[in-house]
């Protein structure tokens, strides 16, 4: 930012497969003001032909003058540091978001820490050298809590198998460069339109079959407490716009002091010497983290039941016996799929009009059908950043506008 009046420059790394396409069009918006002066988008997607789900409104938000897309590779150091070259008649960007990191369940511990933590680590080390006034990290809910009570920043919970171990390193990793003005964000299940990433964009579809078949909607789960925590996708960009304001009127010391957690070990001792740029497993690890989930409370109960009401059907659970015969059976996962998907592709052809591509799929693998508990406490975000929820609740008005939106660009079934 050359003066006071001028807006920032922005680079938005990664995530174009969940949720930077929404941040995006949050601070270049179609209609209205953008907050930005030049905001640059990268990531090892093409947009222009697509090679991964874009949505409708996000080739609008590269259309515009202010927003530049960039298709690298984040793995390699020397384009790391190209990106944060500006454009020409440009100054340096100010703030970073890092939606970077692999989100598929099935990839390797070698790939995890390739494509998570040494792009984000590469990033952090070079905003830090180019003085970047803001770092916001946006960590996904790879862990598990326990289901009483909400959590806070000060509770430390497990990471959820290889990818949450190594999701939470990454945090360690960027907690470890001096003078990172690093903030975290460790969110819940996000949704929202064209996000066809995730548990909540899984469950309204599967939900949607359950609707037009007239039968209940069944967990493997007993209806326990079972905490899955909500965000829609409009505040997680607002909560990153509104934590990036605040670093770079702080600085790292002062937010540290103000927000500062301790990210704690969750790894194997004998990984620090293997894996470059880990910090002692003894390394005293401080950065600013913010929980940040709406105020719904959600459970695996309260969504099922917000879907399926929606849907003109009921969410209900399999008796003792079935839920045991499910749990252990590999082969139960493409049981359960079978009604889900004939469903669903039932639904695309018989749409009017038809329905001759869709990013959704009503398909859910074993990880998706497995329990993840997370309850997570938004206060402190609401207390120490000022931040206000435009979307406090999980509801059918949320689900209607996500509905819409795909049936409008044509990716959701018209019956």
């Known amino acids: 930012m050359a003066d006071g009046s001028s807006k920032p420059n922005v680079l938005i790394c990664g995530g174009v497969n969940t949720y930077s396409r929404a941040l995006a069009a949050f601070l270049v918006p179609l209609e209205g003001e953008p907050l930005v002066s030049h905001l640059r988008i990268v990531d090892k997607y093409s947009v222009a032909p697509a090679t991964t789900y874009l949505g409708a409104e996000f080739p609008k938000v590269l259309a515009k003058p202010e927003v530049d897309y960039k298709q690298a590779n984040l793995t390699v150091p020397s384009i790391v540091q190209s990106i944060f070259n500006p454009p020409e008649g440009q100054g340096p960007y100010d703030y970073v978001f890092d939606l970077t990191g692999e989100v598929r369940h099935d990839r390797t511990e070698m790939i995890l820490i390739n494509t998570t933590c040494n792009v984000a680590r590469m990033l952090g080390q070079e905003a830090a050298k ?53 903030v975290i964000l460790r969110v819940g299940f996000v949704y929202g339109p064209y996000v066809e990433f995730g548990d909540i964009t899984s469950a309204i579809t599967v939900g949607s079959v359950y609707g037009y078949l007239k039968k209940p909607m069944k967990s493997v789960w007993s209806p326990g407490k079972n905490p899955t925590n909500t965000l829609h996708v409009e505040d997680l960009a ?18 540290d002091s103000l927000a500062g957690e301790s990210i704690i070990f969750h790894n194997e001792k004998s990984k620090v010497s293997h894996v470059e740029g880990m910090p002692p497993h003894d390394s005293k690890l401080v950065a600013p983290l913010f929980n940040l989930v709406d105020d719904s409370n959600s459970t695996l109960l309260s969504v099922g039941q917000t879907v399926t009401s929606f849907f003109g059907t009921t969410f209900d659970f399999f008796n003792l016996g079935e839920r045991t015969m499910y749990k252990f059976m590999d082969d139960a996962v493409e049981d359960i799929n079978e009604h889900h998907v ?71 079934p018209i019956l």
């Open 130 to 182: 180019r003085k970047v006034k803001a770092y916001v990290r946006v960590t996904l809910p790879f862990y598990e809590t326990t289901s009483k009570g909400t959590h806070d920043e000060k509770d430390d919970p497990k990471p959820d198998g290889t990818i949450g171990t190594w999701w939470h390193e990454t945090l360690r990793m960027l907690a470890a460069i001096e003078d990172l003005n690093l």
């Open 238 to 255: 607002g909560a990153a716009w509104a934590s990036a304001t605040w670093m770079a009127s702080l600085g790292r010391k002062e937010a």
């Open 342 to 412: 004939g469903g669903w592709t039932q639904m695309i052809q018989n749409s009017n009009p038809p329905i001759p591509n869709t990013p959704l799929s009503a398909y859910m693998d074993k990880y998706a059908l497995e329990k993840h508990i997370v309850a997570l406490s938004n206060t402190k975000i609401k207390e120490v950043i000022g931040y206000k929820l435009k979307r406090p609740q999980f509801n059918h008005d949320g689900i209607k506008d996500i509905v819409d939106k795909w049936k409008e660009e044509g990716s959701w």
